[in-house]
């Protein structure tokens, strides 16, 4: 998605570690007319499989995941890292292990909120190791739902998530994906990957 390739290489930053910072756009400030671009880029991508539930994890996910949701005329879920007071129902639960941050975090998603007739859409912002997108994959497959596939705004291709994720069958879109950040120069690999 070319405005989207632009905008990573006018304003990313590249962090030691090979962590790209979209500070300016997408994770801290939101740039709310490239997301809804990219809202309208997943609809195109996804519209035809019938979705009726876009997925994301809380919170980087949800700006795009949101606009997706909206282009498809379809609810968003954003599956909860911490549970909310409020939550109160029976909960689907799946680990997801960081290895960017040594760290493993539980999932949540209401049983309320997905079930067997649901055609789910998963949506987040980066790819790297693929274990947030196989977390909701799990919460997908406990509801008895159909993945109809992932949506990663930037997928970072040198590491192993896009592989691990299509080689399970799954239909991943990447609407940038990264070559390279080494030196700290952002290459990009093939515009979009399915
Ligand atoms: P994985 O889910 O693909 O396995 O990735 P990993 O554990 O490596 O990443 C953990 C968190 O770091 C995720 O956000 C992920 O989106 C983010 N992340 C990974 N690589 C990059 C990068 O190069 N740049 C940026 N900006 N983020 C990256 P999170 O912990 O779920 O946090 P949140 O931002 O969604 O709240
Ligand atoms: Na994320
Ligand atoms: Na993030």
Do not use: C
Not at 68 to 88: D, F, N, Q, S, W
Not at 89 to 98: G, I, M, W
Not at 139 to 158: L, N, R, S
């Amino acid at each position: 998605m070319r405005e989207l390739l632009e905008k990573i290489a006018a304003e990313g930053e590249v962090l030691p570690g090979g962590v790209l910072k979209v500070d300016r756009f997408l994770n801290h400030q939101v740039d709310p007319q490239l997301m809804k671009r990219i809202g309208e880029e997943f609809a195109v991508w996804f519209r035809s499989e019938r979705p009726t539930k876009v997925l994301t994890l809380e919170s980087s996910g949800i700006s795009p995941a949101l606009m997706a949701a909206y282009e498809l005329g379809i609810p968003l879920v954003v599956a909860r890292k911490r549970r909310p007071l409020t939550m109160t129902d029976d909960v689907y639960r799946a680990q997801v292990h960081s290895f960017t941050k040594q760290e493993t975090n539980e999932i949540i998603v209401s049983r309320s909120l997905l079930g067997s007739g649901d055609r789910v859409l998963i949506i987040d912002d980066f790819l790297a190791n693929g274990q947030a997108a196989l977390g909701m994959v799990e919460i997908v497959e406990q509801a008895g739902a159909d993945m109809i596939g992932i949506g990663i705004v930037i997928e970072k291709a040198f590491q192993d998530g896009g592989r691990l994720l299509r080689s399970r069958g799954f239909r991943v879109v990447s609407l940038a994906r990264i070559a390279s950040l080494d030196g700290g120069a952002i290459q990009f690999a093939d515009e979009v990957m399915i």
